[in-house]
């Protein structure tokens, strides 16, 4: 069974422009997280989706981050324009649907802005 | 809310001594904890997890941990550590009663295990 696939694994950019990280989760999983690791941090969850919907997106910062899940399957973060304190490396995880369900994680993109 | 605390950000051990990583938590409802762990250049992945039943967890490679309620810790222990278990170890809970399943993380614990 393939595992969480994301990419790229890294970027670097200068501040203020824009960046998009793509995340496809295992297949059949309907449950979507998108956490961002702020080095020496653990991660923190920005948005989770179930299906197409989102779930939670409480502490995404919404005036310049973005995401959606299409058909319910890849999903796409979007960051614009993003600022120095972007930097982190993001993660994507996936897991079946029901709350005890283990999450997997993919290998994550180390996102650098300068 | 909730928040984790992982009391030590690094721990350095000989190889085939016992180690133990700890974690507190904090929250106002009854949680679900977990351990996964990062080893170099890969993903986090769950080593383990406590949801229901006996307190004492075990993983397949030897690490165990304990809920303990009334102290409100989730430590992580293994006997005899080997050089393949260097790696970041992180402790974390979700609330039973959120079905969305949101996980809340801990800093971190660096395990290094030296020869």
């Known amino acids: 069974e393939a595992g969480v696939a994301q990419s790229p694994r890294y970027k670097i950019i200068e501040k203020r422009q824009s960046v998009a990280f793509w995340c496809n989760p295992i297949?059949?999983?309907?449950?979507l997280y998108w956490y961002q690791q702020i080095l020496g941090q653990g991660p923190k969850l920005l948005i989770q989706f179930q299906n197409n919907g989102v779930v939670d997106d409480s502490q995404l910062p919404k005036d310049r981050f973005s995401a959606e899940r299409l058909k319910g399957v890849d999903s796409t973060l979007k960051i614009q324009p993003a600022k120095l304190e972007d930097s982190a490396v993001y993660l994507c995880?996936?897991?079946?649907?029901?709350?005890?369900?283990?999450?997997?994680f993919g290998p994550g993109t180390r996102l650098t802005v300068l | 809310a909730q928040s984790v605390t992982q009391l030590d950000s690094q721990v350095p051990v000989f190889e085939e001594a016992p180690v133990e990583l700890r974690c507190n938590y904090s929250?106002?409802?009854?949680?679900?904890l977990f351990w996964y762990v990062q080893y170099p250049n890969q993903g986090l992945q769950l080593l383990l997890k406590y949801l229901s039943g006996s307190t004492l967890v075990e993983s397949i490679n030897g690490f165990e941990a304990e809920f303990n309620k009334s102290q409100t810790s989730f430590h992580l222990r293994k006997p005899s550590v080997h050089i393949s278990d260097t790696a970041e170890y992180f402790c974390a809970v979700s609330d039973r009663d959120n079905q969305g399943g949101k996980l809340i993380f801990g800093q971190g614990t660096e395990l290094s295990v030296k020869p």
């Open positions: 297949s059949g999983h309907a449950t």
């Open positions: 929250s106002s409802v009854s949680v679900y």
């Open positions: 995880a996936s897991s079946r649907m029901l709350l005890t369900d283990t999450q997997y």
